[in-house]
Every structure is written in C-alpha cells, then in structure tokens.
C-alpha cells in the first residue's frame, strides 16, 4: 500500500498535534484553582493569604509550567490589593476607609472563588481592577 493513498494515516494522529495526558492536565487545572483559593487562607491564617499561594507556585511550577500564569494572575493581585490596603488604611481617619476595606475583602473573596472555579475548567481569568502587575 503507498503511504501517500488515503486512509493510510487514519489510526495515526497527525504529527503537528501534541500528546497532552488529561491526568497532568487535570493536574494543572486543579492546582491553578487552589492558587486562586489559597488567597483566602489569609482569612484564617495573618498573612496566610500572601505565603501560601507563594509556597503553592514555588513548589509546582517546574512539575506544572501551566500554573504559572495562574500564580501570576494571584500575585499581581496581592500586591495590588496591598496598595488599595493602604489606600484605605489613609482613609480610615476620614472614615470612608473603613468602607474601603469592607469592599476590597469583599473583592478579594469574589476574586478568588471566580478565579478558582474558571482554574478548574481550563481558563485564566485575571482580576478586575489589577493595575500594578509585576509578573508577566
């Protein structure tokens, strides 16, 4: 049979198509999501929310290169969030920074579980009102 009749290649898959396994792709996606939640260990743990999706990305991102922008997306909000912190923490002696802060936990909450979820199903979803974004 020539190689060059059809149906020859029909069990093969065509070489420009890449083997992905759906386990380290699954993989990916589950830590992607814990990244977005680990934001919220803050919640529990002082300054839990800043250590441990740094800890979570330093330990996976050689095994699951696809975190890293997940991990990115986190702490370029993290430190954005510092800044509007301190933004409130002004404010406080007018009062309204107390608002502030009501919100931008509020925010933070809502980032992290919409982050997580749109994680698990594949996504990168970057969070509304990053202005400062040290990793790329």
């Not at 743990?45 to 050689?62: A, N, Y």
């Not at 975190?67 to 800044?83: D, E, G, M």
Request: charged share 15%.
């Amino acid at each position: 049979m020539n190689s060059n009749e059809p149906g020859t290649n029909e069990h093969r898959p065509p070489e420009s198509s890449p083997v992905v396994d759906p386990t380290r792709s699954r993989e990916t996606r589950q830590w992607a999501m814990f990244i977005h939640f680990s934001i919220l260990a803050g919640w529990i743990i002082p300054i839990g929310g800043l250590i441990v999706p740094i800890l979570l990305w330093q330990m996976k991102k050689e095994e699951l290169p696809g975190i890293v922008p997940h991990a990115h997306v986190v702490l370029n909000w993290i430190v954005t969030s510092l800044v509007y912190a301190l933004v409130c923490f002004i404010l406080t002696f007018v009062l309204i920074g107390i608002l502030g802060f009501f919100i931008l936990g509020i925010a933070t909450v809502i980032f992290a579980i919409i982050g997580g979820i749109k994680a698990n199903d594949g996504e990168l979803w970057e969070y509304p009102g990053t202005f400062i974004k040290v990793f790329k």
